[in-house]
């Protein structure tokens, strides 16, 4: 009997899910008796942390109040800023999505840094709730918690049946059941269980924005879901990952984008940012530069406008804030941050609230500055551009360094709610250095954080919110006329909710008829949404495209030609005609031809691309839409060109197609030890070394982060060379190649590392100057004597290199 219940006890202990065993790791952790303090990860050998002011002459940080902290926000002309939810009903929100009736739905980070030493974040008490105005007051006056044992959950989404939200590693579809207004979990299941697999916290998949081609997408990532009708075909490039009673969910590749948050504008460009890159912006649509299977070109984002920021008050709290040009030395904005170093969720706003000229601005939240910065965005021929709105200083800034905004969006109401975490510490501890630990110290910004937090709505002063909505529960007939709102959030959700239906061919009729009146009145918004519903409902033929193609406004053409793979194929041979003369017309309809002729079926198809070419080349980005656009008829292209082409650069791709750059190796001809330090190099750079994180898996840069080392300088040019960043660091400007790299972010030497040796670290010298096609050690390889000799030549260096000091 003894026997058998001690193999009963022993059995549920067996059950008992591991993050249990981590939560009381966690725990104990926290409660241990106070002890010496420990290393800071993000200290850096030789660096100097000095303070860059007194530390008395440095605003005290203390926890406000609601009110007091509106007051200590500085707003720009014409707006307002105005309460939404704060604690007890939100703690430390970090991403949200509405609901088709305008509920909030929001992940808690709640435990996001509880001390400088990140003691206890994965314990698993994150949450996800659905926030309501129950009496249309503009304030939540609800709070339904539905799961509150995630992991530092970070992403959230609303799909048919429930939401879509990832910790700190999965996916996850919680399915929602609602009755007589209240809301209940149903179930849980893993849809993605690596969606944020590896990695630090701050470099992790995150967003799952829905755009318009009806993908959802992410930063961080590479990766992009869709949810389909369970009998619907899969699509070409895509795999089906999961499945419930409801729809099936497929995964795909797509270009890898930005660091936390992504948004669009109305013609389906994704925009994103890197910590010290405020906004950057794609001029191609998603999935433009993919289409063909032997080409990999680098989908480049723009940055729109400059990085400079007007803080309202002092910076000194920020990880590398003791190195030169951070903050600013002198005079009465001393010690603010010059630019970015923490930039947040960014967002295009496409709301009805604000006056007109605002429509389509660009704002990113700043909160290592505590601010939101707001710019212009311009489209210029085959780049997105932009200028700050308020140069000298910014749409809204705060002298309570707590205020920490992460994340913003368009609501429904047509005015911007954003996220404050209200955190005292942003950094996370596997960056976070010893001065800022000390910084955060003497504020008491390592107290009582976790539980607090605030979402705001800026509204425009003279004019009040908009309607709550109620699409829960219409049909699709009753949903289409909200595909021509005027608030593009109404827009969004009404495409979802009818695609994600299931809606019968009745409505087809009708969205084509709202799509004439959309036409002759010119609204773009309208036509976009109309005509990508349609797509996802296969209801797009030629004759429905006819106007739209023709259309004077080259928008409404272009975004005809994005979707007009889905007509039919018996009508594709006529829409080629169509699209040849259209080209001739304007550069940007010839680019959207030249990308969809790699979906249309009839082998003409390549006559769209030759004549591209014809009419423009040495314009931006044609050849690589162009090449992408060949799809698999690359061979046959060729032959039609004979073989060659007196564009040199373009024979230069057609010639590599097949030759992927990532995978170039010049492995085989180094020295025996040089393949053994080759593969070890290799593990480091994606493993302890975390190189990827800034410079990408491919090792071809990361906008705003980290710059290519493909063919750089710094990278095969001198051993020497290389080997004192490696140990040191580097911070910008550099050139790299042709290409100014300005960036905020540092490069952290590894020198101080104890974990990575000389061997390591000539390893990853190894791996780097002799992958993605760099050739630099053939025979040969990076001695790990050379690694120590130049450790030992420059143990007193303070700071990391600058390009001058080469």
């Excluded at 013609?267 to 998603?286: A, D, K, V």
């Excluded at 005292?424 to 250095?433: D, R």
């Amino acid at each position: 009997m003894k026997t058998k219940l001690l193999i009963s006890l022993v059995t549920a202990n067996l059950l008992v899910h591991p993050a249990t065993f981590a939560q009381d790791a966690e725990k104990a952790e926290i409660n241990k008796e106070p002890q010496e303090p420990r290393k800071m990860k993000g200290d850096r050998k030789g660096h100097v942390m000095k303070d860059v002011i007194p530390k008395d002459q440095i605003p005290p940080a203390p926890i406000l109040s609601v009110e007091d902290s509106l007051k200590a926000m500085q707003v720009a002309d014409g707006f307002v800023v105005e309460p939404v939810v704060s604690e007890p009903n939100v703690f430390n929100p970090v991403a949200m999505t509405f609901d088709g009736n305008g509920r909030m739905w929001v992940a808690e980070m709640t435990r996001y840094m509880p001390n400088i030493y990140g003691d206890g974040e994965h314990v698993p008490e994150g949450n996800i709730v659905m926030l309501e105005d129950q009496n249309n007051d503009g304030k939540v006056d609800k709070r339904t918690l539905l799961i509150s044992d995630a992991i530092l959950p970070r992403t959230i989404s609303l799909v048919k049946g429930g939401v879509l939200y990832a910790d700190h590693t999965q996916l996850f579809f919680a399915q929602i059941e609602e009755n007589n207004g209240q809301v209940k979990l149903v179930k849980r299941d893993v849809v993605d269980p690596i969606y944020a697999k590896g990695g630090t916290l701050e470099h992790k998949p995150n967003t799952m924005l829905y755009n318009l081609d009806n993908w959802y997408y992410n930063a961080k990532s590479n990766k992009k879901y869709q949810v389909l009708a369970l009998d619907a075909e899969v699509p070409k490039g895509a795999k089906e990952i999961y499945r419930n009673d409801l729809w099936k969910m497929v995964k795909a590749n797509t270009d890898y984008r930005g660091q936390w948050g992504v948004t669009h504008d109305d013609f389906g460009r994704l925009y994103h940012n890197g910590n010290s890159s405020p906004l950057q912006g794609e001029y191609l649509l998603p999935g433009t530069l993919t289409q063909n299977p032997g080409f990999w070109p680098k989908n480049k984002a723009d940055r729109i406008g400059p990085p400079n920021i007007y803080p309202a008050r002092m910076n000194p709290g920020v990880n590398r804030g003791y190195m030169d040009g951070f903050l600013i030395e002198e005079g009465e904005d001393k010690a603010k941050l010059k630019g970015f170093t923490a930039a947040s969720g960014s967002l295009i706003y496409r709301g009805d609230n604000y006056p007109e000229k605002f429509y389509g601005m660009g704002l990113t939240p700043g909160p290592a500055a505590n601010l939101i910065s707001a710019r212009y965005v311009k489209q210029n021929l085959g780049k997105m551009a932009g200028e700050l709105i308020y140069p000298g200083h910014e749409l809204l800034a705060s002298t309570d360094e707590r205020f920490r905004p992460v994340n913003m969006y368009t609501a429904p109401d047509g005015t911007i709610y954003f996220l404050d975490m209200y955190h005292g510490i942003l950094q996370h501890k596997e960056f976070l250095t010893t001065y800022l630990s000390e910084q955060i110290k003497a504020r008491d910004l390592d107290k009582n954080n976790n539980t607090m937090g605030r979402i705001y709505r800026v509204r425009w002063a003279e004019k009040a919110r908009g309607a709550q909505p109620k699409m829960i529960g219409k049909s699709g007939a009753q949903l289409a006329p909200y595909l021509s709102h005027k608030n593009g959030w109404w827009r969004d959700t009404a495409r979802r909710l009818i695609i994600q239906s299931e809606p019968d061919q009745t409505i087809i009729q009708p969205l084509k008829e709202a799509l004439n009146t959309a036409l002759q009145s010119d609204d773009f918004p309208a036509v976009a949404n109309l005509l990508w519903t349609l797509h996802a409902l296969n209801g797009v033929d030629l004759q429905s495209l006819q106007d739209a193609l023709h259309h004077q406004n080259k928008q409404i053409a272009a975004t005809a030609i994005a979707v007009s793979d889905a007509i039919p194929e018996s009508e594709q041979t006529k829409l080629i005609g169509v699209l040849k003369n259209l080209i001739a017309k304007d550069y940007d309809l010839a680019l959207q031809a030249a990308a969809v002729s790699a979906r249309l079926i009839p082998d003409s198809a390549i006559e769209l691309n030759l004549k591209v070419l014809d009419l423009y080349l040495g314009k931006p980005l044609v050849r690589d839409v162009v090449v992408s656009g060949l799809g698999t008829r690359s061979k046959a292209f060729i032959e039609k060109l004979g073989d060659q082409h007196p564009d040199a650069e373009l024979m230069y791709i057609l010639n590599n197609l097949g030759k992927k750059p990532a995978d170039r190796t010049n492995r085989a001809q180094l020295s025996e030890l040089g393949q053994t330090l080759y593969d070890e190099g290799k593990q480091l750079y994606s493993g302890p070394a975390a190189c990827f994180g800034c410079h990408g898996a491919d090792g071809n840069g990361i906008d705003g982060l980290g710059p290519t080392f493909w063919g750089s300088q710094w990278v095969i040019e001198e051993k020497e060379k290389l080997a004192k960043v490696l140990l040191h660091g580097l911070s910008g400007p550099i050139w790299v190649k042709r290409t100014l790299w300005q960036t905020s972010a540092v490069m952290p030497g590894l020198a101080a590392r104890p974990d990575i040796s000389d061997r390591d670290l000539a390893a990853i010298a190894t791996y780097i100057r002799n992958a993605w096609g760099n050739n630099a050690d053939t025979g040969s390889h990076v001695e790990p004597e050379l690694i120590k000799q130049v450790r030992e030549n420059t143990k007193d260096r303070q700071q990391p290199y600058k390009q001058e000091d080469f």
